[in-house]
């Protein structure tokens, strides 16, 4: 299955601690998408990316989060000083365009943040 | 983007049609509309997605009237494996090199029962 990936599944922290997710798009892939989820909510957007350029970021996305997609293959989140309020399902998305069509999104299985 | 309406949940049992309708009454003429699965603890999963009239794929169909500003998705002879949380989006077809910035809300909850 060559899906996006995104690792680790789960996490558990402690409040004030920095972590960091990958995220593995589908290889052909050019566009990516981190979304956030919390329990009973839809995803919310967070972050894009085309190609290695991070083009678009969420009011949502404060100054502790920082995404990255060096050489336009994977991407990695990371948050600093992690608070309780950022426990969460961190999605990763990615998809191609060609021209004028319209967008599907293909979402990794995401990684469950818990701080404590 | 649209804001779109959905029933927060929904019952059906094992074998009947179930149909989704969503509600996007500020639907523009360069939205098209996107409807998602998900399980839990899984990511979305694209289901469908159309401009106008009628689509059908292996999973389902979607009906959109003509003046767009609904949808309504169709799972036919629906089975346990079918409960899930259904998204109803809208999206700027004029998009391509920007983020699609696609809006979930809180979606319907599906549950089959036997």
């Known amino acids: 299955d060559t899906g996006v990936s995104q690792n680790p599944r789960h996490k558990i922290t402690k409040r004030g601690q920095n972590v960091t997710f990958r995220c593995d798009p589908i290889?052909?892939?050019?566009?990516l998408y981190w979304y956030r989820q919390t329990l009973g909510q839809g995803p919310e957007f967070l972050t894009y990316?085309?190609?290695?350029?991070?083009?678009?970021k969420s009011r949502l996305l404060s100054d502790r989060f920082s995404a990255e997609r060096p050489k336009g293959s994977f991407s990695t989140l990371e948050i600093q000083r992690t608070e309780q309020g950022d426990s969460a399902m961190y999605l990763c998305?990615?998809?191609?365009?060609?021209?004028?069509?319209?967008?599907?999104?293909?979402f990794g299985s995401g990684t469950q943040l818990s701080v404590l | 983007l649209a804001k779109t309406t959905q029933p927060i949940s929904m019952d059906s049992y094992e074998g009947q049609e179930v149909n989704i309708t969503c509600s996007h009454n500020?639907?523009?003429?360069?939205?098209?509309i996107t409807w998602y699965q998900q399980f839990p603890s899984q990511g979305p999963r694209f289901i469908i997605q159309?401009?106008?009239t009628k689509v059908t794929n292996e999973v389902a169909s979607l009906f959109i009237p003509a003046d767009r500003k609904s949808s309504t998705l169709s799972l036919p002879r629906v089975s346990l494996s079918d409960t899930a949380v259904y998204y109803c989006?809208?999206?700027?077809?004029?998009?391509?090199?920007?983020?699609?910035?696609?809006?979930f809300g809180q979606g319907t909850r599906l549950t089959i029962n036997p």
């Open positions: 998305a990615s998809s191609s365009q060609e021209g004028r069509t319209n967008e599907k999104l293909f």
């Open positions: 290889s052909e892939h050019n566009r």
């Open positions: 990316f085309q190609n290695e350029a991070q083009l678009e």
């Open positions: 500020n639907i523009a003429t360069n939205d098209y």
């Open positions: 159309g401009y106008k």
């Open positions: 989006l809208v999206g700027d077809l004029t998009i391509i090199q920007g983020a699609q910035k696609l809006v």
